[in-house]
């Protein structure tokens, strides 16, 4: 995870749990969007980084989607997508997209988890599963020099 996302999904992570925790009873179904409000988040998501967008939040959309994907974060490039339909996954809604990444070119079968109301949050299932979990990718080890 890069170095400007950790603090903001710390604050997201933050800011749902203490919605978990107020006195109106909300429950974690209350941040589960409808799946055609998901759909059309993930939609919006995929059609903005073909279009090389590659901030956080997708511009002009309401509810507003904010995306976390390291595929595009890394400088993958994403030639055409498309959307398979909902997959189960240990996520609310989960969808299974095929996606034609460029730089280097591959294809590549991905799910990505939509929760939130406002905003709607589009999150890879893989980069989802390292923050619910607390994990991070763990840097490549230095090769020590050998001794004489």
């Known amino acids: 995870m890069s170095r400007?996302?950790?603090?903001?999904?710390?604050?997201?992570?933050?800011?749902?749990?203490?919605?978990?925790?107020s006195s109106?009873?909300?429950?974690?179904?209350?941040f589960v969007p409808r799946e055609e409000v998901a759909r059309a988040g993930l939609d919006a998501y995929?059609?903005?980084?073909?279009?090389?967008?590659?901030?956080?939040?997708?511009?002009?959309?309401?509810?507003p989607v904010m995306a976390t994907d390291d595929l595009r974060a890394g400088g993958r490039r994403l030639k055409s997508y498309s959307i398979l339909g909902?997959?189960?996954a240990d996520a609310p809604l989960c969808f299974a997209v095929q996606l034609s990444l460029g730089d280097p070119p591959a294809e590549s079968r991905e799910r990505?988890?939509?929760?939130?109301?406002d905003p709607v949050w589009v999150w890879r299932y893989d980069d989802y599963l390292m923050i619910t979990h607390w994990s991070h990718?763990?840097?490549?080890?230095?090769?020590?020099?050998k001794k004489k």
């Open 46 to 63: 995929l059609a903005a980084w073909v279009r090389g967008e590659t901030a956080q939040a997708v511009a002009g959309t309401n509810p």
């Open 24 to 30: 109106r009873g909300q429950r974690n179904e209350d």
């Open 137 to 145: 990718p763990m840097p490549a080890a230095k090769s020590q020099p």
């Open 112 to 117: 990505y988890v939509v929760v939130g109301i």
């Open 86 to 88: 909902q997959v189960p």
């Open 4 to 21: 400007g996302r950790a603090p903001l999904a710390a604050v997201v992570l933050a800011l749902l749990g203490g919605a978990g925790c």
